[in-house]
């Protein structure tokens, strides 16, 4: 088996743990075949040959980022950047955006999500238990890239940073959450071993007039922080 392969295995395995789904739902969820999970997990004398295309489905559906070592040639290594920390935000509940100016923000270096090269990248601290059943707990940094800069596809099973804007644009709320995607609408749930956070939002949440609800950030990694 070669060095690629075995990389691409660890990875799947640490997907399917991270996603807290069957290798089936998780492929459903990513949109990609089961036996594209299943076969190389469970079969060892199967000839994996991944294809990057697919793992990159994979690696949003779960939210667990592609390692280096996938990526073919002389680019293998992952491309570091430093990045602001922007603010908090509370994972599950809504938490108000302090609009007032500050000092220059704290920046740190990451490993850039090579997916979107051109779209905005940033760091929030998460504050709050709301989404702990995705593994999202508080003091982790959430690593956001903008949403529409990515140009990427609203599906279920993202984590997202939603932003609810009221008042006329006067006051502004962030959280995140993830979606699911209804034949009726747009959801929005916290996931939490905390029975306080059940109710869901919808995207479309509001009068069309006083209250808005966007998707402004997708998550691509969070970084966990160790005092």
Do not use: C
């Amino acid at each position: 088996m070669s060095d690629v392969a075995e990389i691409a295995r660890r990875f799947l395995a640490q997907a399917v743990k991270a996603s807290g789904l069957a290798p089936y739902a998780l492929a459903k969820r990513a949109g990609v075949a089961p036996t594209t999970i299943t076969r190389p997990l469970n079969d060892e004398s199967f000839k994996f040959t991944p294809k990057l295309a697919t793992l990159l489905k994979i690696s949003e559906a779960s939210g667990v980022p592609l390692p280096a070592g996938v990526f073919d040639g002389p680019a293998t290594a992952p491309s570091v950047g430093d990045l602001p920390v922007i603010g908090p935000v509370q994972a599950g509940a809504w938490l108000e955006v302090d609009e007032t100016p500050q000092d220059e923000p704290v920046m740190l270096a990451v490993a850039l999500d090579r997916r979107y090269p051109h779209a905005r990248q940033w760091l929030r601290e998460v504050k709050g238990d709301s989404m702990d059943a995705r593994g999202i707990t508080p003091g982790d940094l959430a690593h956001l890239v903008d949403f529409t800069g990515a140009g990427a596809e609203l599906r279920s099973g993202q984590v997202v940073e939603v932003t609810r804007t009221r008042a006329g644009g006067a006051l502004r709320e962030i959280t995140l959450k993830e979606v699911e995607i209804t034949p009726g609408a747009i959801l929005l749930w916290p996931r939490s071993t905390n029975p306080r956070w059940t109710e869901p939002v919808q995207l479309d949440d509001g009068d069309g007039t006083d209250v808005e609800v966007q998707v402004t950030g997708l998550l691509v990694q969070t970084i966990k922080r160790f005092s």
